[in-house]
């Protein structure tokens, strides 16, 4: 159904097209625009910019996404900047003081210089842009968005350095896995650590010397919780860490294809992205066309240009490379002033910086905020003696996240392109390529920090024996220009190449689950003329090949207890899919998601430890159900066999108090459904909360299925996934496809505000129409913008 979905949306361009009416027009004067220019809004909520000049076009860009975003990224800039609490209240303080202490702290000259020479320009004109749409609404000439006029705030004027100091949304990893794998060292020794994360490639795991795990506190990244989470509004409950989203939901696919497999003759790139849901999403589509300068596709609203697209000749897609981009120090405190650390032999001061955080409704907050040589200081203990401080790449120039793109989006060939992304930092990603000359590619792009004699997986002391002895080389990053089998894809798994020195460059050893690019290289592996409907199928392929293995265990077992007869029968007679109408991927996504990992644990896990391993890692678990050992028991096959009998029986439970007890009524999508919510909805009555709310709608598809639809345990609700895909025909633009759910607006008055989310949620797509002509068929808007 799928593939026929995509299919049509194949041609629902060429049918559209000619019955297009000529556009909407309206013409505004804009202060600070040098040149006439003009911006075509297409029946999607595209919006594809015309300007005479680059600067115009950075400048409309701006002033665009103001237009449609900028309750979105005005929350996301006060956020960063730590300016909550005098818009909201002191709830906020706290979430302020945390971002203030993540924010880039260097040199802007080190900073602009390390994204190249047009990086600073393109972020004066886009933010000049954005205080254009905001003057007009200051002089009254556009109305105050609706969201501003809920939360009684008003938006504020940027800065260019504002898009590049804010480091908090990076996702650089991995300080919160070294405290959860310290904590269970502590309560059940190393090996308890076995079921808690699998490491890849295969690694011993050593507790670094002079570190005593049970000294790593269990909230000693609060403060980094806050700072990286977004902003959570309440009516009475108090601000705290929000931890909806399950951590490895956080994701994306690509892929890159060459002619030789398209059924077009030309490549075909594909990405979809994976994160957290929310209504506007994270993602915006614009194209920006100016003499000598031209790109269209996604990126983060509050950035300049884009990450995910093409340029009319080059065509890039992102996914998440996850490379260990911080540690956590623990520093033993002077006595008798617990302002200085020790290290290497003496004491040595913290920095402290003290800063004033306004507040709404009250007086001023002060906050000291303290420095170690390492990093922002997360918490202290003087008490103990103790100080712990968090190192990230984020403090180094050029690494605020995504904004490298800059640098890239203009490239011509493979050979730019990779030059490009030598100076990538932030977040380490797997970028794939294609080109209209045929070309494809995979290369990593990542500040990857080198640790001689360590590995980056505890915290460490931050006595001066383990320090980061720079950065790998662009070179020391794996790459792969044409590979021989003609196509290349990533989703986040463990993609380090056979010969790939990993012992000595210790890149990362913790990676996202296989499932999805398994499923992804078996069907690209399998179609040697792979077409864009086959791409967009494979973006919304709801499979989950974990089930194969789990079916091969359950095929031997039998049991006398209808209940787990009946579970058993169900499970093992299932193709895999995670349809929304499949009764069989509900007990099986519940069985997996909350009850096999957990009774694996319970039988595998010193007791002190089960806790912290909660349900452990999928991957490890299952490892060990394939190959039982001693650690289950005298009779580990036995005990395997009890395990996967009694936690199946326990999720058929589940889902029969949830969905009634004939299972031929059941349907995973009565469960699994997508909503997506504005951040004021519990502000507002329920009246409003409808019109800031899109859904919901039954979903298939699971955290382990190309289809990513990452789903929280306590009501099984949608909360992250692609809310957008892209599939690109290369050198053949107009017949791209794309989507953005729920709509590129984040005007909730506007039609484009919910108006994709139907066409998302049953698999289909919309045209990304590139050249001027297509665009003109498509357009349902013309804005005719001139200087004053």
Known sequence: MIRKLAALALGFCALAAPAAAEPAQEARTVAGLAAPAEILVDKWGISHIYAGSVRDAFFLQGY???????????LWRKRGLGLLARDFGAAYVPQDRAARLFRYRGAMEREWAAYGPDAKGYAEAFVAGINAYVGEIRAGGRPLPEEFAIAGTQPDLWKAEDVVRIRSHGLTRNAAAEVARARVVCLGGLEATRLQRKLEPDWTLKVPEGLDPCDVPEDVLADYGLATQG????????LKIAADVP????????????????????PILANDPHREHGAPSLRYIVHMEAPGFSAIGAGEPALPGISIGHNGTIAFGLTIFAADQEDLYVYETDPADPLRYRYKGGWEPMRLVLETIPVK???????????????????????????YALRSVWSEPGTSAYFGSVGYMTARDWKGFTA???????????????????????????????RPGWDGLFPVP????????????????PQSHNPAKGWFATANEMNLPADYPYAERKVGFEWSNDARVRRISEVLA?????????AMALQTDPINVTARRLQALLEPLASDDADTRAALDLVRGWDGRTAADSAAAAVYEIWIAKHLGRATVARATPAA?????????????????EVPDASLGADPDGARDAILKDSLKAAFAEVRGKLGPDPARWRWGDLHQARFEHALTPLVDPARRARLSVGPAPMAGTMLSPLAASWRPNDYRVVAGASFRMVLDVGAWDNSRVINTPGQSGDPSSPHFGDLFDKWSRGEYVPLAYSRPAVEAVAERRLRLTPP
Request: glycine letters at 10%; proline letters at 5%; zero cysteines.
């Open 64 to 74: 665009n996404v103001a237009r449609d975003r900028l309750w979105q990224i005005d």
């Open 609 to 625: 430890a089960r806790a912290a391993v909660g349900a452990g890692d999928f991957a490890a678990v299952l490892e060990l159900l």
């Open 247 to 266: 951590p490895d939901a956080i994701g994306s696919n690509n892929w890159t294809i060459a002619p030789s497999r398209t059924a077009t003759g030309r």
């Open 420 to 450: 490009a992304m030598e100076n990538w930092g932030a977040p380490s990603e797997n970028q794939v390529y294609a080109d209209a000359s045929g070309d494809i590619g995979w290369i990593v792009g990542s500040r990857t920090p080198v």
């Open 361 to 387: 409704g009250g007086a001023a907050a002060e906050v000291d905020l303290a420095f170690t040589r390492h990093g922002p200081v997360v918490k202290r203990e003087p008490g103990k003696h103790r100080a």
């Open 462 to 477: 931050g006595d001066g024996r383990y320090e980061w002895n720079g950065f790998l080389k662009a070179a020391e990053l």
């Open 526 to 534: 399998a179609n040697d003329k792979v077409s864009l409907a086959d």
């Open 231 to 238: 902003v959570r509004f309440e009516r009475t409950a108090p």
